[in-house]
């Protein structure tokens, strides 16, 4: 694929980070549109919790990247620390982002969930950017794979390991943008309305959101190539959907069952 854009001078444009930044963008969009229903009282607010997220999202992911696949303080561990174009885990984001979302909702006095309800949202349209420059950059690679659709790097410059360049692999980064998709208009066009609309309580969105991605990720797994075992057959990654499918089932019946009983 194509891990860098372009290069002008002695600067490169990275395809992933490029990627992430154009889903960034719509996301505030999304979020900037929404404010005064987030509870935002003023465009310093929305600001402040944009910095927020960046700052949960990028800790948080990296922190889960270097346990899963660096060995701490070792050969490749600074180098992978400060990385701009490798070394992040979603599944780390997730709860980088979550934390960050709590605090800022505790300092600007609003609804945890109400804040969090309005970042799930956009959040499953800002992941399939991230998995298209996933893609390009080779990273998340797939296992091999002999299918009509399966793909090979040749770029060395790829993050797929060099036993790897040249053979035909799953192309799971685009499954996973497919299912994000997919999950983004689930929750824009099914889900969000409920909660609009006060049949279920604000959490409602997130938990269908958690749900909804732990499932998809537990169920891609399988294709990927860069998993990390964690005993019982299963990988670290699908032991850590599988917490965010509980979470996510705990607030979906939260929010329902609260509009119940009121």
């Not at 701009?84 to 980088?96: D, P, T």
Request: charged residues 15%; hydrophobic residues 50%; aromatic residues 16%.
């Amino acid at each position: 694929m194509h891990p860098i854009l372009l290069t002008i001078g002695g600067l490169s444009l990275y395809s992933y980070g490029a990627a992430v930044a154009l889903g960034g963008l719509l996301s505030f969009g999304i979020w900037s549109a929404q404010r005064e229903k987030m509870g935002l009282r003023k465009d310093d607010d929305l600001w402040m919790l944009v910095n927020a997220i960046l700052l949960g999202g990028f800790v948080g992911g990296r922190i889960l990247y270097l346990l899963e696949y660096e060995t701490w303080f070792g050969p490749g561990f600074w180098s992978a620390a400060f990385a701009l174009n490798r070394g992040f885990s979603v599944l780390g984001a997730f709860f980088g982002v979550t934390g960050a979302v709590w605090l800022f909702s505790r300092r600007a006095q609003v609804g945890f969930f109400r804040i969090l309800d309005h970042v799930a949202l956009a959040a499953p349209l800002w992941h399939v950017f991230g998995r298209l420059g996933c893609f390009a950059a080779g990273c998340c690679y797939g296992r091999p794979s002999e299918r009509a659709w399966s793909v090979a790097f040749t770029d060395p410059r790829a993050m797929v390991p060099a036993e790897l360049l040249g053979r035909r692999l799953h192309p799971a980064q685009l499954y996973e943008a497919g299912g994000d998709l997919a999950i983004f208009l689930f929750l824009l066009l099914w889900v969000r309305p409920r909660v609009g609309s006060g049949r279920w309580s604000y959490g409602g969105t997130s938990g269908a959101y958690l749900t909804a991605y732990g499932a998809l990720r537990f169920a891609l797994e399988p294709f990927r190539g860069d998993t990390v075992p964690a005993g019982l057959g299963f990988s670290a990654g699908q032991w850590l959907a599988a917490a965010l499918v509980a979470s996510g089932l705990a607030l979906t019946y939260r929010s329902y069952h609260r509009c119940i009983r009121h």
